[in-house]
């Protein structure tokens, strides 16, 4: 079990992040800084959420978007989670009911991402983001360190993209999420976490980091 509040202690501060996030006005803001964080910094993705958003209130055809989509940071252009933005564009476009009117009402991520059809590790960011529900997205550098003190089990009898947060409003698991994706490119690196410098070691089991031949 995730041992919430000594987490929050520990880990680094990251309030900048959480407060350009809570700080942009609308979901379709906050969902698309979801989709393209992986590979954005916070003020990056949030600068990119804005101009989509804003461009996406103009009659836009295919060749348009297609521009539009092309003239973003070339560290997203260049990823695939350029497809997904897309999809989540055209999925916002038509959606009925709303998606805004969805995502203010605690949709959970299994039925965000069997009306979206985008992926439940991505439909988990979303709905975090959104504020729809208390959850912390396993994104591969968050699940690593959470199964190196094993609060994840190893392997997992089934996929697992999110740990559900009930009780903890947005803003602590933003913290939450953001302090975990800081301290795993700091010190837990897929090959060697560098445990002895990192402020998690008074959470690690007593025979020390679980090691699940995770390159993750
Ligand atoms: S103490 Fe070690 S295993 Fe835990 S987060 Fe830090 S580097 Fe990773």
Redesign the pocket.
Known sequence: MLPTHELFEKLPDVEQDVRQVEELPSPIERALVALVIPVLDTPTACAVAKRTAKAMRRPMNRAKLDAFLGDLPRRLTRSPVLATVRRFLGWWADSEPPAEELLASRISPEELAARSGLKAPVCARVVLFTGSGPLLPLDPPIA??CI??GWLDWPMSEPQPWIPLEGLDRKVCLHLYFG?RS??RS???ARS???DT????P??PETG?CEPEVAM
């Open positions: 690593r360190v190196r003190h975990m301290i795993s010190h837990c690196k976490p560098l445990c990192c402020t998690l070691r959470l690690l980091p």
